[in-house]
Structures are given as C-alpha cells and as structure tokens.
C-alpha cells in the first residue's frame, strides 16, 4: 500500500504498468523525460479511454534542467486544449431549453481534442527520439490487444453498446484481450505526418462529419497547443507551479498560499488538519464558476490570498453564502537521468467523455465542453473558438534554489486541486515519503453529483471521507456535513517523482489505479 521505489537515473508514473514500462523503454533508449511522457500518454490512450485519449486534452509542466533547450532551471506551461469549433452556437443550445452545457451525447460540448497537438509541441521542443518511435508500444498494444484492466471493464459495458464503441465488446472481464484498429491507424497518421495525420487525416474526416458543422476543416487545421507562462506561489518553503486559466490549477496555489499562513497540526491525522485544508479550498473555489475563463487574470495575488485566507476559522465550519449558477483524466510524470522532469494530465473529463465515438477510428471524444456557461454576457459562455474551463491541474515543485523537487497530479474532476493540496502537504509540511503521502486516505468536496458540480452551490459541499481516514467526528463537531465512502478511484489517482538532492529519485503510482506502477532506471 505505501511503497516508495527509488531509482538513480530516471523514473516513470503513471495509472497503468503497460504505460509505465514503454515510458522506461524510452529512457533506457536515451529519449528524454518529454519523449518518454508522449509514450506512456500514448499507451494510455488506448488501454485507458476510460481516463483519457485521443479524442481528450493534454496540459503538460516540463522542468529545463541547466544546458537543456537553453534552460536555466526553468519551468514550462504547454496548455493543449482544444478550442469550439465556428459552429458552436449558444443561443441554439438555449433556444432548445439548455440552461447548462449538455453533459453526455451532444457533439456541441466536444472541443476539438488538443491531446496530439500536445505532443507534437513537446515533440518539437524537447524530443530526441523520431515520433513514429514513442508512438511505437501503442500501435503494437491497439493492433494486437491488451488485457482489459479492472477499472475499464464497468465502462467498457456501458460503451460497447454506443455507435462507435465496438470495440469494447470484448471487455466483459478483467484480463479479457481488448483491440482498437482504429486508434492503432491513427496512431500511425501521427507517427508519419505529424499532427496533419491525425486532424486532417482519417479522424479529421470523421470529426467533421460527427459534427453536422460544428466543426470546419479550418478549425481542425489550427494546433490547439500553446507554450503559457506558468503559475506559480511560495508554500512550505518551496515553490509550488501549476497551469494559468482556462485552467483551475491556481485554485491549488490559492490554495497552498493559504494554508502555508495558518497553523496546521503537527499530525496529518488530527482533524483540523483536514478542516483548514478543507476550508482553504472551500475559500478558495467557492466562485470558481464566475471567475474562471480562458482570459482571467490576477486570480493569484498576494493581497488576495490574504483576504481569503482571514476568512478561514480555525473553531468551524465558514458559511459562503455564494451564490449558485445555473472526471475523468489520467496523469503521470517522468524524470530523466538529466533532470528534466515532465508534468503531463490528459483528460476525456467524464470517464469515457461524451459518450461520442468518432465514427471511422471509433476514438472516443471528451465533453470539456461542460466547463462552459450558457448564461448570456458570461466571460467562459459557449461560442465559436473558445476553450472552456479546464478541472486539469498538473503541478510542479522546485526548491528556493531552483531545483527540482517533485513532479506530481491527479485525476479527480474538481477534486484535483484538493487531493494535490493533501499530498503536498504531506510532503513538503509533513516530510512524509511519496509513497505513505500517495497512499494515504483523503478528503474531498463533493455534491454527490458529477464531479465537476461542486461550486454549483458551495455551502452544499459535503466533505467526502475516505474509508480509514480519522477526521469524521472531529469535521462533523466543527460543522462540516460529513458522508463516508470507500477507499478508492472516486478520491483520484495521485503519482509523484521527488529529486532527493543527490539526485536520487523516489516516486510512487497511487494504490487505487490497481494496476498502475512506478519504474524507475
């Protein structure tokens, strides 16, 4: 449950032992960290699409290490999520009763999926070894199949029976032989013709037709990918950096700056401990869904993570009275022997996505479009050439130095900035290992909805307890609403790679992805 592995020149995270061992193939050949995340993530692509895929997005941090690509200990924000289409047309949606995005089954919440033009910029920038190469595991494994793994199964029942989602037929038990000839053609486009292969090749073609003009073959000839500067916030003695919007990722620095200035418990098991965390990112997200958009700016300040901060109290439980408005992804990271270290999420959003199978790959598409508003005049509303708000967080620590501390992330929806704000802390407060800080149970918000409603109305959050976490009675004496659940998927799959000083790596793939691992080299 709470194995470290500890490497000296190069580790792999990720959900799944398949991914994980292509991405360490990569590294033993002389690829580098960047080169060995696009093989695990394209692996993932096809025995995950449950988590992620093709037809998803992809936001990466990548750490420069002195010499490499002209760095200086630099860090790098990629933000690969797609864009609407020039079709998408909101008063269209409202005038057919739609007060909120459509959740499932409706190509108008599909961006075009940012995943490959992601790997492309990566590719551009730091790769070593030719595309076709990282690319190579994954066709074999979609061509020839894989054993389907114990968390697929459920959802693979449910898309089996979609148009398009044939080839899960074959997923009725764990172990069960899975193919995808279809991602494996698409796979190889990408590997021979670069991003064109893919967006204007064979599943271009079956993306314009699935979207009846949501979509033009101009929208899908403009790469999605885009090189951002990060965020970043002073937290337990080390900086901590995560994605700019339209990503969330400054809910988690927000977040972090808040906790680091009040007075955590010595012990991660005393229930305050989780009541400040908790309250830090109840302060911290509550308006989320009015300030959150691909053009927000100055949502990190210092003098506003100090308003927030004064709002927390230790003794109970703050009543918000926000007012209401009318996932899941797969991470992993990589280290390699000269330091550069990779921070990649990709995601469907909610586990298989839409529901949507583009009809000649049979690639399932993400629904990222949720993130948008249907209210008119709001800044994140739907309309053509936008790219909605993203739950995706990836994170990044280096020390005051700037050195590399640790690459980390999770799945988890809204949860994410949540379940990295108790890993963190537990790391970097608590001095714990990466493998007791992944392992260890957690708290998250939660409405008992989506997960991607939780600041719909935030003083209607309950706090999810893990099974074997100890905080219950002391959260409910403080005010909380307080449910129990099982130990397991629902409080995200965390994976981190720490750089001890001399170099020496230690990392850990979360216990609940089941079959996920961390090698190292």
């Known amino acids: 449950m709470h194995n470290t592995r500890y490497a000296p020149s190069g580790m792999v995270c990720s959900v799944d032992h398949l991914a994980s061992s292509a991405g360490a193939a990569v590294l033993d050949r002389g690829g580098s960290a960047a080169d060995a995340a696009i093989a695990v993530n394209a692996v993932l692509t096809v025995t995950a699409p449950h988590m992620c895929g093709l037809g998803g997005d992809l936001f990466a941090l990548v750490y420069e290490p002195p010499g490499e690509a002209g760095g200086s200990g630099a860090v790098r924000a990629l933000n690969a999520s797609g864009r609407t289409g020039s ?62 793994s114990p968390l697929l199964v459920p959802g693979a029942r449910v898309a089996a029976r979609r148009p398009g989602g044939g080839d899960f037929t074959a997923a009725g038990a764990p172990g069960d032989r899975v193919t995808r000839p279809g991602v494996a053609r698409a796979l190889q486009a990408v590997g021979a013709a670069g991003r064109d292969g893919f967006y204007l090749g064979e599943f271009g073609g079956g993306l314009l037709e699935l979207g009846g003009g949501e979509y033009t073959r101009a929208d899908l000839a403009v790469p999605a990918a885009d090189w951002v500067e990060p965020l970043r916030v002073r937290a337990f003695g080390h900086d901590v950096w995560s994605m700019p919007p339209n990503s969330q990722g400054y809910l988690l620095l927000m977040a972090l700056g808040i906790a680091d200035g009040l007075e955590l418990p010595a012990s991660a098991g005393h229930p305050s401990w989780a009541h400040l965390l908790a309250e830090a990112a109840r302060v911290s997200g509550h308006d989320r869904l009015s300030v959150l958009h691909e053009n927000a700016k100055d949502l990190l300040t210092p003098e506003e993570i100090a308003r927030r901060r004064a709002l927390v109290d230790p003794a109970s439980r703050l009543r918000l009275r926000a007012p209401a408005e009318p996932g899941d992804t797969t991470y992993l990271c990589v280290v390699d022997g000269d330091g550069m270290g990779v921070s990649l999420i990709q995601s469907n959003a909610s586990g298989f996505g839409s529901m949507l199978f583009e009809p000649r790959t049979g690639i399932n598409l993400h629904n990222r479009g949720i993130g948008f508003s249907l209210r008119p005049g709001h800044p994140a509303e739907y309309g053509p050439g936008r790219r909605p708000p993203h739950t995706l967080t990836p994170a990044l620590i280096t020390r005051p130095d700037g050195s590399l501390r640790s690459v980390l992330g999770t799945m988890g929806g809204d949860a994410q900035p949540q379940i990295l704000l108790q890993v963190i802390a537990r790391l970097l407060r608590h001095g714990e290992e990466p493998g007791p800080a992944v392992a260890a149970p957690r708290w998250r918000l939660g409405t008992g909805g989506t997960g991607f409603d939780t600041w719909d109305a935030p003083d209607d959050t309950v706090v999810d307890v893990e099974e074997g976490a100890p905080w219950a009675n002391g959260l409910a004496a403080l005010g909380h609403p307080v449910a129990a659940r099982p130990y397991g998927s629902m409080f995200g799959h965390a994976h981190v790679i720490d750089v001890r000083p001399g170099g020496m790596l230690a990392g850990a793939a979360d216990p609940r992805s089941l079959v996920g691992a961390a090698i190292g080299r």
């Open 87 to 148: 079709g998408a047309d909101p008063d269209r949606l409202r005038a057919e009763g739609h007060d909120r995005m459509p959740h499932l089954h409706d190509i108008r919440s599909v961006p075009v999926p940012g995943c490959v033009d992601g790997w492309a910029a990566l590719h551009a920038r730091y790769g070593r070894l030719p595309l076709a190469d990282l690319l190579a595991p994954a066709v074999r494994l979609a061509r020839d199949g894989f054993p389907a």
